[in-house]
C-alpha cells in the first residue's frame, strides 16, 4: 500500500510501481466549502485503448506547456512549484517530498496501467463533439472505466430519449478542499487519508451515466399554422351526415336504429265559391331590369327535360333589341308570374311583320342548359378509381358555378358505388352524363327555377303500388280545375324485371312482392348498375311503368307561392279530388303556364298526371 502527502510537488520513485487493482472507486463524501479551483487527475488504473481520449477537465491557466503531471517514469524537470496547479506559497523544499515510499516490487511482475501503452491512433477521436459543461465548475469527472472496446469503431452512446423532454444536470456539488472536511477514497477496499492538506482539490458531483443523450438542433423550429391550401375541389371526401330525427315524436321503434324522416303532409287549399286572383306577369332584362313589352309567354317542362323553356312575343325591335344576343352570350330575362320567378337565357329570336305591324318571337331555357349543348364543351373520361355516383355527378359540375342536390338518406334515389372504369363517355357535356348517373338508377335531373342548381330525384318517389298510404306533394281539388281530359293508355302487366350490369357490376331479379314473378318486363342492362340498391331502385321505376294507366290534363290557375296547391312541378305526386267525392293520385309528367294578354293577363296552369288504374 502507498499512502499520499499531497503537500508539494510528487517526485516518483525510480523504478516506479504503483499498483491500483480495483477497477472502480468508491467515494464517499460530505457538503465542502465552497472554494474553486482547477485541477485533474485520473485516480484509477486503465485498460489498453486510445490514449487519447480522457476526462475533459477544463482549460487550466497557461504557466509552463512543458510541464504537466503524469504518473510514468518522467523526465527529470524543475523542481520549483511550476507545475500546472497554480503557483503556490514558498515552504521548505527538502520537506516538499510527503510521498512514503513503497516497498521495492519486481516492476515486471506488476500488470499495471502506467506502463507503456500500445500507441494508438491519436486522431481516431469518437464522433460526438465535446459537450457543453453544465456544472458550475466546469469538470465532469468519471470516476469508473468501461471496459475498452476496438479503438477503431465509434463510441457508442446511448440514445434512446432522442423527443423527450430535455434535461439539464443543474445539482453540481461545490468543490472540495482537503483538510477541511473528511474525505474517504478506497483504494483496492483500503481507505485513504491526506495526511496534510495538499494543494490538490476535487469537484465531485452526481453521475451523468442515468440519463441518455439527446439530440439538440436549436437552429430548427417546428412552424404551427394553417397549411396552404391546394386544389380545393379535390378534397378529401368525408361523405355526408346521416339527417337524424328532426322533431322529437316520442315513438320508439325498438327493431329500427335508423334515422327517422318526417314528411310534412301537403296544405289544404281552401275551398270557395269564387275564386278571385288578380295576376302578376313581368318579364325584364338582367342585371338592369329593363321591361320588355310581351304578351303570350308560354313556360313549361316535361319529366324528362332538365331545363324550363320560354316563349313570349315581343312588339317592337326596341324590346328585342334588349334581348338580342351579343358578344358576350345570350342575354337573361328574368319571368315574374304571380310570386314565382323564373330566370331564362335567351337563345333564339325570329320576326315576322307586316306594314304597318311587326311582331317578334323570343324563346329561352333556364340557366341549366348551360351545362348542356352549344354552352357546355364535351369531354371523354373514364373513372380510374372507384367513385360513388354523387360524386361522379359533382365532378361533372367543378369550376361550372352549380351545385347539386342529391340526398339519398331521405326521398331521393340512392347513391352506390361505381367501381374503377366502370363510367366511360366520350364526347359527352356535363348535363349528358349526369343525366346518364340519374338514369341508370331510374331518377330524373329537375333544375332551379331562378338558380345554378340542379336536382336528382327518383321518377317515382314511391312505388306505384304504395300511392294509397304515401304523401302527396299537392291536392288539387274539383273545385279549382277549369279544363280536364283524359287519354288510356294500357301497359303491359309486369310483375318482375331482371337489372344487371354489363362489364361490371350485379344482376339482381326485382320481384314485386307478392306476386309469382312470372310476368317479366324486357331485361334491362346498364353499365352503371354496380351496386343491389340501384339495380332494386331501377327495376322499380321499370315495373311502375306497366299496367292499366291513364293520362289526365287538369287545367287550374296558377296560385301564389304562398297559396296552395300553388305550382306544380313534375315528378311530383299529386291528390286528385273528383266532384263527386272520390279521390285518386297520380304523377305529374309534364306542366306547362300560359299567360295570355297584356296587362290584366290570363294566366293557366296545364298539368298532366299518370294515373293507374
Same mark, same amino acid.
Given at each position: 500500500?502507498?499512502?499520499?502527502?499531497?503537500?508539494?510537488?510528487?517526485?516518483?520513485?525510480?523504478?516506479?510501481?504503483?499498483?491500483?487493482?480495483?477497477?472502480?472507486?468508491?467515494?464517499?463524501?460530505?457538503?465542502?466549502?465552497?472554494?474553486?479551483?482547477? !485541477?485533474?487527475?485520473?485516480?484509477?488504473?486503465?485498460?489498453?485503448? +486510445?490514449?487519447?481520449?480522457?476526462?475533459?477537465?477544463?482549460?487550466?491557466?497557461?504557466?509552463?506547456?512543458?510541464?504537466?503531471?503524469?504518473?510514468?517514469?518522467?523526465?527529470?524537470?524543475?523542481?520549483?512549484?511550476?507545475?500546472?496547479?497554480?503557483?503556490?506559497?514558498? %515552504? /521548505?523544499?527538502?520537506?516538499?517530498?510527503t510521498w512514503q515510499h513503497a516497498e521495492p516490487i519486481a516492476a515486471a511482475a506488476v500488470a499495471d496501467g502506467w506502463q507503456s501503452n500500445v500507441p494508438c491512433d491519436r486522431f481516431n477521436l469518437p464522433a460526438w463533439s465535446v459537450p457543453a459543461t453544465k456544472d458550475a465548475v466546469r469538470l465532469q469527472l468519471s470516476w469508473q472505466i468501461p471496459a475498452l472496446k476496438d479503438?477503431?469503431?465509434?463510441?457508442?452512446?446511448?440514445?434512446?430519449?432522442?423527443?423527450?423532454?430535455?434535461?439539464? @444536470?443543474?445539482?453540481?456539488?461545490?468543490?472540495?478542499?482537503?483538510?477541511?472536511?473528511?474525505?474517504?477514497?478506497?483504494?483496492?477496499?483500503?481507505?485513504?487519508?491526506?495526511?496534510?492538506?495538499?494543494?490538490?482539490?476535487?469537484?465531485?458531483?452526481?453521475?451523468?451515466?442515468?440519463?441518455?443523450?439527446?439530440?439538440?438542433?436549436?437552429?430548427?423550429?417546428?412552424?404551427?399554422?394553417?397549411?396552404?391550401?391546394?386544389?380545393?375541389?379535390?378534397?378529401?371526401?368525408?361523405?355526408?351526415?346521416?339527417?337524424? +330525427?328532426?322533431?322529437? !315524436?316520442?315513438?320508439?321503434?325498438?327493431? @329500427?336504429?335508423?334515422?327517422?324522416?318526417?314528411?310534412?303532409?301537403?296544405?289544404?287549399? +281552401?275551398?270557395?265559391?269564387? @275564386?278571385?286572383?288578380?295576376?302578376?306577369?313581368?318579364?325584364?332584362?338582367?342585371?338592369?331590369?329593363?321591361?320588355?313589352?310581351?304578351?303570350?309567354?308560354?313556360?313549361?317542362?316535361?319529366?324528362?327535360?332538365?331545363?324550363?323553356?320560354?316563349?313570349?312575343?315581343?312588339?317592337? $325591335?326596341?324590346?328585342?333589341?334588349?334581348?338580342?344576343?351579343?358578344?358576350?352570350?345570350?342575354? %337573361?330575362?328574368?319571368? !315574374?308570374?304571380?310570386?314565382?320567378?323564373?330566370?331564362?337565357?335567351?337563345?333564339?329570336?325570329?320576326?315576322?311583320?307586316?306594314?304597318?305591324?311587326?311582331?317578334?318571337?323570343?324563346?329561352?331555357?333556364?340557366?341549366?342548359?348551360?351545362?348542356?349543348?352549344?354552352?357546355?364543351?364535351?369531354?371523354?373520361? $373514364?373513372?380510374?378509381?372507384?367513385?360513388?355516383?354523387?360524386?361522379?355527378?359533382? /365532378?361533372?359540375?367543378?369550376?361550372?358555378?352549380? %351545385?347539386?342536390?342529391?340526398?339519398?338518406?331521405?326521398?331521393?334515389?340512392?347513391?352506390? %358505388?361505381?367501381?374503377?372504369?366502370?363510367?366511360?363517355?366520350?364526347?359527352?357535356?356535363?348535363?349528358?352524363?349526369?343525366?346518364?348517373?340519374?338514369?341508370?338508377?331510374?331518377? $330524373?335531373?329537375?333544375?332551379?327555377?331562378?338558380?345554378?342548381?340542379?336536382?336528382?330525384?327518383?321518377?317515382?318517389?314511391?312505388?306505384?303500388?304504395?300511392?294509397?298510404?304515401?304523401?302527396?306533394?299537392?291536392?288539387?281539388?274539383?273545385?279549382?280545375?277549369?279544363?280536364?281530359?283524359?287519354?288510356?293508355?294500357?301497359?303491359?302487366?309486369?310483375?318482375?324485371?331482371?337489372?344487371?350490369?354489363?362489364?361490371?357490376?350485379?344482376?339482381?331479379?326485382?320481384?314485386?312482392?307478392?306476386?309469382?314473378? +312470372?310476368?317479366?318486363?324486357?331485361?334491362?342492362?346498364?353499365?352503371?348498375?354496380?351496386?343491389?340498391?340501384?339495380?332494386?331502385h331501377r327495376g322499380i321505376a321499370e315495373l311502375c311503368k306497366s299496367g292499366n294507366q291513364e293520362i289526365v290534363t287538369r287545367t287550374m290557375p296558377l296560385f301564389p307561392a304562398s297559396t296552395a296547391p300553388g305550382l306544380v312541378e313534375p315528378a311530383m305526386l299529386c291528390e286528385v279530388r273528383e266532384p263527386g267525392g272520390g279521390s285518386w293520385r297520380g304523377l305529374c309528367l309534364s306542366t306547362e303556364i300560359s299567360a295570355e294578354g297584356t296587362g290584366a293577363s290570363r294566366v293557366?296552369?296545364?298539368?298532366?298526371?299518370?294515373?293507374?288504374?
Amino acid at each position: 500500500m502507498v499512502k499520499f502527502r499531497l503537500a508539494g510537488p510528487y517526485a516518483p520513485p525510480a523504478p516506479l510501481a504503483f499498483t491500483l487493482q480495483a477497477r472502480y472507486i468508491d467515494v464517499i463524501y460530505v457538503d465542502p466549502p465552497r472554494l474553486r479551483r482547477e !485541477t485533474g487527475g485520473t485516480w484509477s488504473s486503465s485498460r489498453r485503448g +486510445d490514449v487519447s481520449t480522457g476526462a475533459m477537465f477544463g482549460s487550466p491557466p497557461p504557466v509552463e506547456q512543458t510541464v504537466a503531471l503524469s504518473h510514468q517514469q518522467g523526465a527529470p524537470q524543475d523542481h520549483a512549484p511550476a507545475d500546472g496547479w497554480g503557483q503556490s506559497t514558498v %515552504t /521548505d523544499r527538502r520537506v516538499a517530498d510527503t510521498w512514503q515510499h513503497a516497498e521495492p516490487i519486481a516492476a515486471a511482475a506488476v500488470a499495471d496501467g502506467w506502463q507503456s501503452n500500445v500507441p494508438c491512433d491519436r486522431f481516431n477521436l469518437p464522433a460526438w463533439s465535446v459537450p457543453a459543461t453544465k456544472d458550475a465548475v466546469r469538470l465532469q469527472l468519471s470516476w469508473q472505466i468501461p471496459a475498452l472496446k476496438d479503438g477503431g469503431p465509434r463510441v457508442r452512446h446511448r440514445d434512446a430519449d432522442r423527443y423527450g423532454k430535455p434535461w439539464r @444536470y443543474e445539482e453540481a456539488l461545490p468543490p472540495y478542499m482537503p483538510g477541511s472536511q473528511p474525505l474517504v477514497f478506497r483504494f483496492a477496499g483500503v481507505p485513504y487519508f491526506p495526511a496534510r492538506t495538499p494543494e490538490v482539490y476535487f469537484a465531485l458531483g452526481r453521475d451523468l451515466r442515468g440519463h441518455p443523450t439527446q439530440r439538440k438542433d436549436t437552429g430548427v423550429a417546428v412552424g404551427y399554422g394553417r397549411s396552404r391550401p391546394m386544389d380545393l375541389f379535390r378534397r378529401l371526401r368525408w361523405g355526408w351526415g346521416r339527417a337524424m +330525427d328532426p322533431i322529437p !315524436t316520442g315513438v320508439k321503434y325498438p327493431d @329500427y336504429q335508423g334515422p327517422v324522416i318526417i314528411i310534412e303532409p301537403p296544405t289544404e287549399p +281552401d275551398i270557395l265559391e269564387t @275564386y278571385m286572383i288578380a295576376n302578376s306577369v313581368s318579364l325584364v332584362v338582367l342585371p338592369d331590369r329593363t321591361p320588355l313589352d310581351a304578351t303570350s309567354l308560354q313556360v313549361g317542362r316535361d319529366i324528362d327535360a332538365f331545363s324550363w323553356t320560354l316563349t313570349a312575343n315581343l312588339f317592337g $325591335v326596341t324590346s328585342l333589341n334588349l334581348v338580342r344576343p351579343d358578344s358576350n352570350g345570350p342575354k %337573361t330575362v328574368e319571368l !315574374t308570374i304571380n310570386g314565382h320567378v323564373w330566370l331564362f337565357l335567351v337563345e333564339r329570336y325570329s320576326g315576322q311583320g307586316k306594314f304597318p305591324s311587326e311582331r317578334y318571337t323570343i324563346n329561352g331555357v333556364s340557366r341549366s342548359q348551360l351545362l348542356a349543348e352549344p354552352y357546355a364543351p364535351k369531354r371523354s373520361a $373514364v373513372n380510374a378509381v372507384a367513385i360513388s355516383a354523387r360524386q361522379a355527378a359533382e /365532378d361533372q359540375l367543378l369550376n361550372t358555378g352549380f %351545385t347539386l342536390e342529391w340526398d339519398s338518406l331521405n326521398q331521393s334515389p340512392p347513391d352506390w %358505388t361505381i367501381p374503377a372504369s366502370a363510367l366511360t363517355y366520350q364526347d359527352q357535356a356535363a348535363m349528358q352524363v349526369i343525366a346518364r348517373i340519374a338514369e341508370a338508377v331510374g331518377a $330524373v335531373v329537375s333544375p332551379a327555377l331562378a338558380g345554378d342548381s340542379i336536382s336528382v330525384v327518383p321518377r317515382y318517389r314511391e312505388a306505384v303500388w304504395w300511392w294509397s298510404t304515401a304523401i302527396m306533394d299537392r291536392i288539387i281539388p274539383a273545385e279549382i280545375v277549369g279544363e280536364w281530359g283524359s287519354e288510356w293508355t294500357p301497359q303491359p302487366s309486369w310483375n318482375s324485371c331482371y337489372v344487371s350490369g354489363t362489364t361490371h357490376g350485379v344482376s339482381v331479379d326485382v320481384r314485386r312482392a307478392g306476386t309469382a314473378g +312470372d310476368q317479366p318486363a324486357p331485361d334491362v342492362y346498364d353499365d352503371l348498375i354496380t351496386a343491389t340498391d340501384a339495380a332494386r331502385h331501377r327495376g322499380i321505376a321499370e315495373l311502375c311503368k306497366s299496367g292499366n294507366q291513364e293520362i289526365v290534363t287538369r287545367t287550374m290557375p296558377l296560385f301564389p307561392a304562398s297559396t296552395a296547391p300553388g305550382l306544380v312541378e313534375p315528378a311530383m305526386l299529386c291528390e286528385v279530388r273528383e266532384p263527386g267525392g272520390g279521390s285518386w293520385r297520380g304523377l305529374c309528367l309534364s306542366t306547362e303556364i300560359s299567360a295570355e294578354g297584356t296587362g290584366a293577363s290570363r294566366v293557366k296552369q296545364t298539368i298532366k298526371l299518370e294515373r293507374h288504374h
